[in-house]
């Protein structure tokens, strides 16, 4: 397994060779009640300004759409981030603050019918406190704060009724996502990869949505590029422990070795 201080010495070795990239809820930002108050570590961010302008890519890939990445991160007032690239709702959607342009596919109708139609048949399903979440390319359903029996009554509804809709069934560290774009991290990991000049690449992640990447970085082992693969781990998700090279305290261990890989690359004064 690669240590902390494996992974130091590889960011020391070749800075501009190195491919970061990262989710976002539960890596980046820590997991809430309201995902509309989450907010990036800011230990994280600073160090991730420092970081931008000397590795070879610096890249978050998450289940979240762009704009709320945006909002949420205040990526774009940071100098030192004018080469990251986010990948919102699993890749669907392209943003970096160089173009200031997002790139992705339309809203689908069949998320506007689901915003409608989900309240009513969550109460129906026994859980009316569930909030659902309109993602515009997805519709979220959040049992955060829930009895886990009224969590648990809704996995085989939902599932279903993603299948009744050809929507991809994403589960999540209490959330159930069902998306109209079939993409997975681990497409969005290779794309983001294809189009850099670097011989490492890690990725950092803490939940289902992130195995895909985790595949998609085994696969670059496969050919050669040196990869690790870092859990931000919690006590609701243990699935990518057993994958991963690195495993960390959540986002405050998150944010301990991006100081850290900072400060290896640009040295506090």
């Known amino acids: 397994m690669t240590t902390a201080d494996d992974l130091l010495q590889i960011v020391a070795d070749d800075p501009a060779g190195v491919l970061l990239a990262l989710d976002f809820d539960g890596t980046l930002a820590p997991i809430v009640d309201d995902p509309a108050a989450a907010a990036v ?17 610096l890249a978050i890939i998450t289940g979240r759409p762009v704009a709320q990445v945006r909002e949420l991160g205040h990526f774009d007032t940071r100098p030192g981030l004018k080469s990251l690239e986010v990948r919102g709702q699993y890749g669907a959607e392209r943003w970096t603050p160089e173009t200031g342009v997002v790139e992705g596919a339309d809203r689908h109708e069949v998320v506007d019918r689901l915003v409608a139609d989900l309240p009513g048949l969550l109460d129906a399903w026994g859980a009316p406190g ?5 993602k515009g390319l997805a519709v979220a359903v959040h049992t955060r704060g829930l009895a ?6 809704v996995v085989g509804p939902l599932r279903d009724l993603a299948t009744s809709l050809d929507l991809t069934f994403e589960p999540g560290r209490q959330v159930f996502e069902l998306r109209a774009a079939s993409i997975t991290k681990g497409e969005a990991l290779r794309d983001v990869v294809g189009g ?19 595949d998609a970085l085994d696969e670059l082992a496969s050919r050669g590029v040196a990869t690790v693969k870092v859990c931000s781990a919690s006590s609701e998700q243990d ?31």
């Open 41 to 57: 570590h800011p230990r994280s961010i600073a160090a991730l300004d420092r970081l931008g302008p000397r590795l070879g890519g």
């Open 130 to 134: 569930a909030l659902v979440e309109d």
């Open 148 to 153: 886990p029996s009224a969590a648990e009554a």
């Open 196 to 214: 850099l000049a670097v011989h490492t690449v890690v990725f950092a992640g803490d939940d289902l949505g992130d195995l895909p990447a985790f």
């Open 239 to 269: 699935a990518l422990v057993a994958r991963s090279d690195l495993v960390l305290d959540g986002p405050e261990g998150i944010a301990d070795w991006l100081v850290a890989l900072a400060d290896l690359v640009d040295p506090p004064a």
